[in-house]
């Protein structure tokens, strides 16, 4: 497992480019999460510290982030795509194969540095979420800060789930350019077949339908944060409830994605002629 | 002998075309292979087949004593299909790496086959800047890397200037000088024939020989004659027995033999006879010449 991972790292992080964008998927939301965390002071007319406003509570802020980390997710989509899309336009891939690595083996290296980076991307985002929390949080009581953890678990589980579909694309199209535009297709498809089920039943039976789509599903881990802290803003507000909390079955579902989308790469390359 | 690889009735059809038809045939140990035949006889897809990136459609083959999958027996072999395929913004040492960790080697091989393919120099180059002989050396280098026991190469020569071809040239006479297995696919048969000793050679996917290079045809090759006074050489050849067939072009008469017989008693019958050649040779066909035949003839 490890010679599989070794392999992949080699073949990114000599790569200018895949390094530049592994960089801004998971280094830069760091720094800008960092940076806001900070006191900034706008030319003297006023502060702004947005910790002021409450949003880097335990256990709010573990929501907050691993929400805004998430967006910079197509950055690396881009790279899983490429590394992909280059396998093939280099046909390196027959080389690796004649080599004698299996065509098993060459789907788990590819899993497995999705796996590792999605997994450095939580660890990172983790510990920069307890620092800020730790230093602005007005509850420090242990009980508190490990609440809504399970937000983690969701970043995780969200990144594995979407970079293996990007994975899939991947291979299904060898090309980065077009796998990317599959995920458009497939962003346009879930919309178009939730107004589809709108029309035909009603809004409610739809939702709960489209919670099943691959992207969806993966949204639907982490819901957005700022109706949360409009709650907290006023909470009175009855119509501003919703559910944000993770569930086990909405895990499930990407995780059953995941597996689908490795399986299905593996049996697309196996079937294929190189 | 031991087998290094057995193929048996293997067929692969890319719908309808048949590509590779009830092939078999088994490389053994310490020789050199040459499989032949024109472009698009199924030669690549044969050897596409037994690399693990072809899928068959039938028949099988098994590498070594079978007892290991594909994938592992391809750790103890090294090939070359068609065009080198390297990570275009690595350096040569960082690509030789990389097939190091693929094969599960340890790397100190690396600067040692960069000499012998005469890359030790530009090791730290990057791929993308070499030109496509030292591609195709970077290639040999790196199927050489676990000390295979064969390599497998496809037609190593191919898209590759004069010089770039005598180079590689060079470099498989000292691999295959050292006792190392070599399949050679190629179509440019004075490749195969000034290094190999066995041939199979393929048509439109079909078998048409394997076996010894010198085998190939049943022939006792020929005499090329010239002499003063042709029509009486004419004449006297038609009525040897050991003659089956005269050509004449110009000045050059060509006797074919059907029992071989020494040049030297020949020449002795012919001067008995009152003719005085000016030119003889005795010769046998070349691999170009007997590959014509086969294929023509079928």
């Known amino acids: ?51 002021e406003l409450g949003i880097f509570n335990f256990p709010v802020i573990w929501h907050l982030t691993t929400f805004f980390a998430s967006q910079f997710k197509f950055f690396f989509a881009i790279v899983v795509v490429s590394m992909i899309g280059n396998e093939y336009s280099n046909k390196t891939i027959k080389q690796n194969l004649i080599d004698g690595l299996s065509k098993k083996e060459f789907i788990l290296s590819k899993f497995y540095a999705i796996i590792f980076f999605s997994l450095a991307s939580t660890v990172l985002i983790g510990l920069i979420s307890l620092c800020i929390g730790l230093y602005y949080s007005s509850y420090n009581e242990f009980n508190i800060i490990i609440r809504e953890t399970s937000f983690l678990l969701a970043y995780l589980v969200k990144l ?62 982490i819901d957005q944060p700022f109706q949360r802290i409009a ?44 | 002998m031991e087998p290094i690889l057995s193929i048996n009735n293997l067929t692969k059809n890319f719908g309808h075309l048949t590509a590779v ?83 599960g080697v340890d ?71 050292k006792g190392t297995t070599i399949l050679l696919a190629s179509h440019l048969l004075d490749e195969v024939e000034k290094v190999c000793s066995h041939v199979v050679v393929l048509r439109k996917g079909v078998k048409l020989y394997s076996g010894r290079v010198d085998e190939m045809i049943s022939s006792h090759g020929f005499f090329e004659l010239k002499a003063n006074n042709q029509e009486a050489l004419i004449s006297l050849l038609e009525n040897h027995k050991s003659v089956s067939r005269i050509k004449v072009k110009d000045h050059l008469v060509t006797a074919f033999l059907n029992e071989s017989i020494d040049s030297g008693t020949f020449n002795q019958y012919l001067f008995n006879n009152g003719i005085v050649l000016t030119h003889l040779v005795q010769r046998k066909e070349s691999l170009e010449e007997q590959f014509l035949q086969l294929t023509d003839k079928n």
Request: with cysteine; charged share 20%.
């Open chain 1, 1 to 51: 497992m490890l010679r599989l991972l070794h392999l992949e790292l080699q073949k990114l992080l000599l790569n200018r480019t895949s390094k530049v964008l592994i960089f801004i998927s998971f280094i830069l939301p760091f720094f800008v999460i960092l940076l806001s965390s900070l006191k900034i002071n706008v030319f003297g007319f006023f502060t702004l510290e947005l910790g």
């Open chain 1, 160 to 221: 594995i789930g979407f970079f293996s579909l990007c994975l899939f694309f991947g291979m299904l199209a060898k090309r980065s350019a077009f796998a990317l535009a599959f995920l458009f297709i497939l962003f346009i498809l879930e919309w178009l077949g939730f107004g589809l089920l709108t029309w035909q039943f009603n809004m409610d039976v739809a939702e709960s339908i489209q919670n099943f789509f691959p992207l969806k599903s993966m949204y639907k881990l």
């Open chain 1, 231 to 274: 709650m907290t803003k006023f909470p009175d507000k009855g119509e501003l409830m919703y559910d944000y909390a993770v569930h086990w079955y909405e895990i499930a579902i990407v995780l059953g994605w995941t597996a689908l989308f490795i399986f299905l790469s593996y049996r697309l390359l196996k079937k294929r002629d190189l």
């Open chain 2, 21 to 103: 038809k009830d092939l078999s045939f088994t490389i053994n140990k310490g020789n050199v292979y040459g499989i032949l035949g024109p472009n698009g006889s199924g030669k690549s897809t044969t050897l596409g087949i037994v690399l693990n990136v072809v899928n068959k459609t039938s028949g099988d083959f098994k590498w070594f004593d079978g007892n290991t999958t594909t994938h592992d027996a391809l750790k103890k072999v090294g090939a070359i299909i068609e065009r080198p395929n390297f990570y275009p913004y690595m350096t040569a040492t960082q690509n030789l790496k990389l097939v190091c960790k693929i094969k």
């Open chain 2, 107 to 177: 790397q100190s091989k690396i600067d040692e086959k960069l000499e012998i393919v005469g890359l030790l120099d530009r090791k730290d180059s990057k791929f993308s800047n070499y030109s496509l002989g030292m591609k195709q050396r970077l290639a040999i280098a790196s199927a050489l890397l676990n000390d295979p026991e064969i390599l497998i190469l496809d037609e190593p020569t191919n898209g590759l200037d004069p010089q770039g071809i005598h180079q590689i040239r060079e470099i498989i006479k000292q691999i295959a000088e």
